[in-house]
């Protein structure tokens, strides 16, 4: 099972349309989660860290379910600047092995169209 | 808001040349990264650098690599014999705190653009 595994895609949505990302991780002891945005030849940029509780920040809401090791975004009523490559990020933590790495899912295109 | 300079954006080199890719982390900042993103592949771990040693290196990170910070505010990754595989896109990244970055994540760079020809 890849360390960290996600839908690999692409998805092309009209404006305005709900899209979910699904991600699962294989070292259960992993402690942090997050997920990035990666824009064609950009740097890697934090959109939101994904809590047990689930989080929300606007648009976009953040899943996370330990016992499945499953990581999920939703973006609702997406925009023509939501295009870029989601990308499922996962820290191990001490528990899980490393404090210091975060290991990248492959990453998901999404393109939103007019 | 504070960001990580890199430096150059992108270096074109020989096989077999020594290449050293520059790195300005955020002031404040503890932990220091470099990560690699070979086209069309996913974001790749390297090694990361606190309290002035290595404190975890990948399988890539090998004799060929090394890491400095030789004055308070660079860091600095040297490959020291380039091999045409080591062409990629080469991010460096810096973090208040280890776990990931807490809450602030990573600040990632840019990116330095190496490619070996």
């Known amino acids: 099972r890849k360390e960290v595994e996600q839908d690999p895609g692409p998805f092309n949505v009209p404006e305005g349309a709900t899209v979910a990302f699904n991600c699962t991780y294989s070292?259960?002891?992993?402690?942090?989660f997050f997920w990035y945005r990666q824009d064609c030849r950009k740097e890697p940029k934090l959109l939101m860290s994904?809590?047990?509780s689930g989080n929300e920040d606007g648009r976009f809401t953040a899943q996370l379910n330990r016992a499945s090791q499953y990581i999920s975004l939703l973006i609702r009523d997406s925009k023509l600047s939501d295009s870029a490559t989601y990308l499922c990020?996962?820290?191990?933590?001490?528990?899980?092995?490393?404090?210091?790495?975060?290991?990248f899912g492959k990453g998901t295109l999404l393109t939103v169209n007019p | 808001e504070p960001e990580v300079t890199q430096t150059p954006s992108h270096q074109v080199t020989q096989m077999g040349q020594e290449v050293i890719l520059r790195c300005v982390p955020i002031?404040?900042?503890?932990?220091f990264y470099w990560y690699r993103q070979i086209l069309g592949q996913k974001v790749e771990f390297l090694v990361s650098f606190y309290n002035n040693e290595i404190s975890e290196k990948s399988e890539i990170f090998d004799d060929q690599f090394s890491v400095e910070r030789p004055d308070g505010s660079n860091f600095t990754l040297k490959i020291r014999s380039t091999k045409l595989e080591d062409s990629a896109m080469y991010f460096c990244?810096?973090?208040?705190?280890?776990?990931?970055?807490?809450?602030?994540?990573?600040?990632f760079g840019s990116g330095t653009r190496l490619t070996v020809v």
């Open positions: 990020v996962v820290n191990p933590g001490l528990r899980g092995g490393s404090n210091y790495k975060l290991t």
């Open positions: 990244a810096s973090t208040r705190t280890g776990e990931g970055g807490g809450n602030y994540g990573y600040t």
């Open positions: 994904v809590y047990s």
């Open positions: 070292n259960s002891a992993s402690q942090s």
């Open positions: 002031s404040n900042h503890l932990y």
